[in-house]
């Protein structure tokens, strides 16, 4: 059922590493993003795909995995992502669309999680230093980095606390609890007319 696809579309920073993601994963996933609706149908956006140790290992070092864990660096070796694709606009084709690239990642997301893969969308990116690595010309602009792999953890939803606080953590276990309103917090009107 589709809404149980979106519960395991979880953000995953734990991954079995040596449990290869092939090109033909990546390509079906950048062909689900491809029929994803775009802003004045530009299709703007393109895409890099990794999924070789080497090149993943490069792209690594220019990411950051958990603002609400400071004191963890991001996944060990051996529990890295075994594959990535960027999200890069085409600045020849007009300006970056935020919901375009949101559109494509859902898709992708769901696409990759259908497969039994984990991900995590990654924002914080050394965007300079990782251009340059990847000898990307100017006209793309990293957006963001899906990274994929089967995951090497469990992730628990679980309802906001009554202090309110939203920050995901990890438990003595290991257990990643990520915290989510309740429908009921979200309708601010649901248009009933007594």
């Known amino acids: 059922?589709?809404?149980?696809?979106?519960?395991?579309?979880?953000?995953?920073?734990?991954?079995?590493?040596?449990?290869?993601?092939?090109?033909e994963t990546l390509l079906a996933l950048v062909d689900l993003a491809s029929l994803s609706p775009s802003s004045a149908n530009r299709q703007s956006l393109r895409f890099l795909l990794s999924c070789q140790p080497a090149r993943n290992q490069m792209i690594f070092?220019?990411?950051?995995?958990?603002?609400?864990?400071?004191?963890?660096?991001?996944?060990?070796?051996?529990?890295?992502?075994?594959?990535?694709?960027?999200l890069l606009h085409d600045r020849d084709l007009g300006p970056a669309k935020e919901v375009d690239a949101g559109l494509a990642l859902q898709s992708m997301v769901l696409g990759?999680?259908?497969?039994?893969?984990?991900?995590?969308?990654?924002?914080?990116?050394?965007?300079?230093?990782?251009?340059?690595?990847?000898?990307?010309?100017?006209?793309?602009?990293?957006?963001?980095?899906?990274?994929?792999?089967?995951?090497?953890?469990?992730?628990?939803?679980?309802?906001?606390?009554?202090?309110?606080?939203?920050?995901?953590?990890?438990?003595?276990?290991?257990?990643?609890h990520v915290p989510k309103r309740s429908l009921s917090d979200l309708i601010v009107d649901s248009g009933n007319i007594t």
């Open 1 to 23: 059922m589709l809404a149980e696809l979106f519960r395991r579309a979880r953000s995953i920073r734990r991954f079995h590493q040596d449990r290869p993601v092939v090109q």
């Open 61 to 86: 070092k220019h990411l950051a995995w958990a603002g609400y864990l400071p004191d963890w660096p991001g996944p060990a070796a051996g529990e890295r992502p075994a594959a990535y694709i960027l």
């Open 112 to 176: 990759a999680t259908h497969k039994g893969l984990g991900t995590c969308i990654l924002g914080s990116i050394q965007r300079p230093q990782l251009q340059t690595a990847l000898s990307l010309p100017e006209r793309y602009q990293i957006l963001y980095v899906l990274a994929l792999g089967e995951a090497a953890e469990a992730v628990a939803i679980e309802p906001i606390p009554a202090d309110g606080n939203i920050r995901y953590w990890r438990d003595e276990n290991d257990l990643f």
